[in-house]
């Protein structure tokens, strides 16, 4: 067996036992440190929008010896709450900032929709905190020890959601003092706008000499760089059913793809409009990603690598210009999404001298525990191209500043079939997946090559957070932060893997045959700020780039190079 396979595997069930271990150790630690801590947990609480938004959500709110420490969609009850106060879903009136004591009052209807509601506060005031301690409470207090405080069903909080088969991140506010200021909400439209810059210091750390044959000295590539800055601007049309809109643009852009030959100019990479059609479907029209593989389509920030898979760079394409129409099925356990692209806006050529592509990608939940602790996740891919233009297969070996180890060179073709195959299980914090990919070309001057590659994935929350999943694409969300460094928290700390190996050497084609191990750790400070570091280790079969000899062992170099690269990121 392949030692950076089996190396895997032993990872794989190294985090497997470390997840239970992990979650048991915290919570011993939390039983014998907060006896004589007192945590007030007040559920179901609705949180208006400060400027009077129709758009409510219900969050829980964790006090903790009269300070605020948390306000989470997510069920907070543990052994550790001393107190536990379901609000009913009433509407908060006050401040609520992390670290602070809170100042609120409960209501029993929105002071939003009915102005009266002010005029009475010792009517409709249900529950009163002031100075973090409760000084007014008609709900029931509920206690902690009973079956009913821990086996109570609670209705599931309504998150507020995107639209868009590929939406933007956006996170739940944790104070209603002040408004961002980067939020614009008007009466006919809203605006958030968003920013992400990422620095990279990267090192190679060994590279043999026939590694050096054929992609050149990686000694070359070692120092700082900025590895992008983006920007746009993400909001609503307010009709009865709003339309949403988005735009970005980005420097040394994040998304790679195949085809692509983006430098450090500036590259739009999303222009889209999110139509909410009949029967839930949403119409999502412009420049946006296509509806294939999870890798593909979750943000780059908040994968478990700092840079995709080898294969998913080198046979999809990041962006491309188009309509895609999705929705749900089966109680939102499956989710199903379809498109036609065609880039000619982005190339000199014209709508008929390009190629178009027909994209479609349907997921499926076979298993979801009740509490949704625990899931399994499969989904199917498939793209068709009537490559009008000459193509090209490239990619850099998961390390951004680097020369392409994978190179097809370009080529003529008639058309191009792409399947993707995904499967992933998470159970609280250990998520693992994995993705296979193929490309099928029609290309007989170079013996119909077929293309392939795949990954294997694990990654565990050493914090205990557990990623979210969402329905509506297939995707999970972003690694969540329980309690940030300025909250007093350590934040939340990630470990990962991945096993990804690429074969570009198929019939008459010598683009180059990879297999590349990678450990990461990644470090949430807040949900804005990360550091992390990933190291990599890759095996890369395939001719000289630099000179004209294969006269190796089975008639390719045998290239062997490691490196390791730091990244900070912060995010508007």
Known sequence: MNKGCLLFLLLFFYAFSLSDVIAKNASEQRSVLEKTTEILLINQVTLV????????????????????????????HDESVTQLIDAQQGVLLGTLEPGKAPNFLVLSKNPHKDFTVLLDTKKFAVLAVHNGKVVKNTIKIIPVATPLAIEQPKPKAKRSTWLAYSPPSFILPSSYKNRKWTLYKGKHF???????????RQAWINQNDESKLQVGDLDEFDGSDIRAFRFGVAGTLNFDKPWFYSVSAATAT??????????????????????????GLTLSIGKQKEPISMERLMGLVHLPMQERSV??????????????????????????????????????????????Q???????????????????????GARFSNTQTDIRFSSFPEFYNSPD??????????????????????KGPLWLSSEYTENNIDAPERGNPTLSGYYLSAALSLTGEMRDYNKRNGTFAPLPVSQSVQQGGIGSWELTSRWSVFDGNDAQLNSGETDIFSVGLFWWLNPKFNISANYRWINLQRCSLLIDTCAFEDGNLKGKSNGINLRLMLML
């Open 49 to 76: 929008d400060p400027d009077g938004d129709k758009q409510t959500t219900i969050a829980n709110i964790l006090i903790k010896n009269g300070l605020l420490e948390l306000i989470s969609q997510d069920d907070l």
């Open 405 to 426: 180890f994978i190179d097809s060179g370009t080529f003529s073709a008639s058309d191009s079939h792409t399947y993707s195959i995904e499967a992933s299980w998470r």
């Open 358 to 380: 027909v994209v479609g990608r349907v997921t499926w939940l076979p298993y979801l525990s009740e509490d949704e602790h625990e899931l399994v996740h499969l989904g199917f």
């Open 254 to 279: 994040f998304d790679q793809g195949f085809n692509s030959d983006n430098d450090d100019s500036l590259n739009f990479l999303d222009w889209r409009l999110d139509i909410p059609t009949f029967s």
């Open 311 to 356: 294969a998913a760079d080198t046979l999809l394409p990041s962006r491309n210009i188009g309509a895609v129409i999705s929705g749900q099925a089966l109680d939102k356990h499956m989710s199903w999404a379809g498109g036609v692209f065609n880039n000619w806006l982005d190339t000199d050529n014209s709508f008929g001298d390009n190629a178009t």
């Open 190 to 200: 809203s605006t958030l706008f968003t920013g992400v810059v990422a620095f990279d």
